[in-house]
């Protein structure tokens, strides 16, 4: 079976440009090759095919788990998400896992947390003057939040011990050559070799995770602070016979939250600075405090540079999509970068323009999916849409420069794309 077209240049390559320049590469390979496009890289045995035309990214989303799991695209994640990870389930286990972890995360019980999300913001915020790189106060930024809101961590100890830890483990996954090297040598080849680091690392992170679960556990036992924090609603989840997690299970939790809400919103508020500061007018506009055009910016920032390019599904059996055969064992993706980009969707598609939110035509589910789509929509979506918009409220008032005039390109960061410089500013 024929693949559809894609670049011919070897597989290294490929992985080169995806992880380096991974927006000019995508760019490119759909302007040569049209979409679908399909591309071989060493993140998966088999190539990819990336879709992006909306028909196309709608049948992706609904494809069924079990000819097309998603579970098996994060498979490398396995040491560090545990068993019982939602990012790895597939089928009724992965609906079930999603029902139990996605209730904090709607109506009054996520509104609850946002006057602490926005406290941390402004305190964040207010320690900025001269030179700053977005992405580094971002990644603090984000994990406090998890810390302080998903886990339920309270003191400075509880808070520092847990961001060294955290900070040991992902260290080691962010750089690109490490990376590379762990995807080629996934094998334990003694505590310094980089794999055998990151175990060393889970290991310690592991035991600090465990030591919170039961402390809350024993505070909610007690009559303690019930709902004050999403690992305190996750305690409180019963499973249909009735039995409550286990401290493994609440663990993998946390850590599917840490993963998927982490680097993702870092990355998403670093362009949105990055993008700011280039947009003199779009701050002035924010700062009159218009809510709509607060979440027009946020929309915005996601559209025209989403953290996560790709939703990936492996084929188990051959399928047909936007009517092109596709052969079991291949990867098919939908590609949010591309999708996001189409003139056809979105005129002057590469423009940052948060207007174009409040001019009506709004978009449809598959042109705008930031937050990929289907059964495997993004769990923490509203969560992480109001960090955003606390953060840019906290930063209104700041006056914000960059330090070079054009723009930053994208580059790789472990699964999510930030810009080159982290979003180098001047503030003040
Ligand atoms: C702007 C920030 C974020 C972006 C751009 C983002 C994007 C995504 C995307 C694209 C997916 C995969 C969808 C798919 O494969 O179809 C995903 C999954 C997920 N995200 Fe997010 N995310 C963000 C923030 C968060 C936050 C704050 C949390 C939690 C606190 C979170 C938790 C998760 C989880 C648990 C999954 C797995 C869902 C599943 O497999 O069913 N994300 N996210």
Redesign the pocket.
Known sequence: MDLPPGPRAPALWQTVAWMSRPGAFLTRIHGRYGDPVTIRTYWTDEPMVLFSAPDAVREI?RLDPAIAP??Q??EFLRPFAGPDS??L?DGEM?LR??RL?QAP?HGERMRAFTPIVAELARRELSTWSGRVIALERMRRL?IE??LRV?FGARSEQEVGQLRDAIEGTLAGVRSPSQVLAMALVRRDLGRRSPWGRFRVAVERFDALLLEIVARRRAEQLGGGRAGDS?LALLLEQREEQGNAPTDRHLRD?LV???????D??A???AWAFERLARHPAVHARLREGDPAYLDAIVKEV?RVR???T????RLLEPVRIAGRALPAGVHVA?C?WLAQRREDLWPQAGAFRPERWLEGGAPTAVSW?????????????P???M??REVLRAAADLTIRPVRPEGERARRSML?VVPHRGGELLIG
């Open positions: 989303f998603a579970g695209s994060w939602i990012l389930l992965h896992e999603r972890m995360f984000t939040i998890i998903v999403v939790q599917a939250l840490l993963v998927g809400g982490h993702s919103s990355a998403s508020l996601l989403p953290a996560l790709i939703a990936p599904r939908a949010l999916i930031p937050f990929g789509g289907g059964v495997r929509r993004c769990a923490g979506a969560f992480a849409e960090e955003m999510v």
